[in-house]
């Protein structure tokens, strides 16, 4: 059993939002692995389904951003799972380029609420994550103002090809080769302008 919990808000305003990237990269694993994510259970939408032969619940915590711990915390309780090999997270991260994405198998909260939260909730930071790259915040800009922000239209085509590297990133993950994953995607993606 493994649980991928994609970090966001809920609710239609945060919708392609920076700080939603983990939940995107959660609705492409539901698309391409039919799974729905529509259940109410553990403080979040969930869904299972399988990817590359594993049992998987797909989860986005509905308690918005900064409670995320208490909906993975109520999940990992309940599925009894091992954090460190059988949960992974995947979320924004301010301090990598648009789309550029870099695996984790622990780590500090890098100053991201979710994650800070996650980390306290479980008392643990040995856990498996996909940082997505939303580009760092220009000058004189409030963090949360550019985190809630929505991507211009150049931004969001990248981010697509960030979320299909993520998508991959997670299935090799899934299958037990996150050393593999690492290697193949924790390289700068040099961005061709259009």
Same mark, same amino acid.
């Given at each position: 059993?493994?649980?991928?919990?994609?970090?966001?808000?809920?609710?239609?305003?945060?919708?392609?939002?920076?700080?939603?990237?983990?939940?995107?990269?959660?609705?492409?694993?539901? %698309?391409? @692995?039919? #799974?729905?994510? =529509?259940?109410?259970?553990?403080?979040? &939408?969930?869904?299972?389904?399988?990817?590359? +032969? !594993?049992?998987?619940?797909?989860?986005?915590?509905?308690?918005?951003?900064?409670?995320?711990?208490?909906?993975?915390?109520?999940?990992? %309780?309940? @599925?009894? #799972?091992?954090? =460190?090999?059988?949960?992974?997270?995947? &979320?924004?991260?301010?301090?990598?380029?648009? +789309? !550029?994405?870099?695996?984790?198998?622990?780590?500090?909260?890098?100053?991201?609420?979710?994650?800070?939260?996650?980390?306290?909730?479980?008392?643990?930071?040995?856990?498996?994550?996909?940082?997505?790259?939303?580009?760092?915040?220009?000058?004189?800009?409030?963090?949360?103002?550019?985190?809630?922000?929505?991507?211009?239209?150049?931004?969001?085509?990248?981010?697509?090809?960030?979320?299909?590297?993520?998508?991959?990133?997670?299935?090799?993950?899934?299958?037990?080769?996150?050393?593999?994953?690492?290697?193949?995607?924790?390289?700068?993606?040099?961005?061709?302008?259009?």
């Amino acid at each position: 059993m493994f649980i991928i919990v994609g970090l966001g808000n809920p609710g239609k305003e945060y919708e392609g939002t920076r700080h939603n990237a983990g939940f995107d990269v959660i609705d492409r694993l539901a %698309d391409q @692995y039919h #799974i729905s994510v =529509e259940e109410r259970k553990h403080r979040a &939408f969930c869904g299972k389904g399988v990817i590359g +032969g !594993q049992k998987v619940v797909l989860v986005k915590p509905q308690t918005y951003m900064n409670l995320s711990g208490e909906s993975v915390r109520s999940i990992v %309780d309940y @599925y009894k #799972i091992d954090e =460190e090999s059988e949960l992974l997270v995947i &979320f924004d991260d301010i301090s990598l380029d648009v +789309g !550029q994405i870099r695996i984790r198998k622990k780590g500090s909260a890098g100053g991201h609420n979710g994650i800070k939260n996650i980390i306290a909730q479980l008392g643990t930071t040995e856990f498996q994550r996909i940082k997505v790259g939303v580009g760092e915040k220009p000058k004189h800009y409030d963090l949360a103002d550019y985190v809630l922000g929505h991507f211009s239209k150049g931004e969001r085509e990248i981010m697509e090809e960030g979320y299909e590297r993520a998508v991959k990133a997670a299935e090799l993950i899934v299958a037990g080769a996150i050393e593999e994953a690492m290697n193949e995607y924790n390289k700068k993606v040099v961005v061709k302008e259009s």
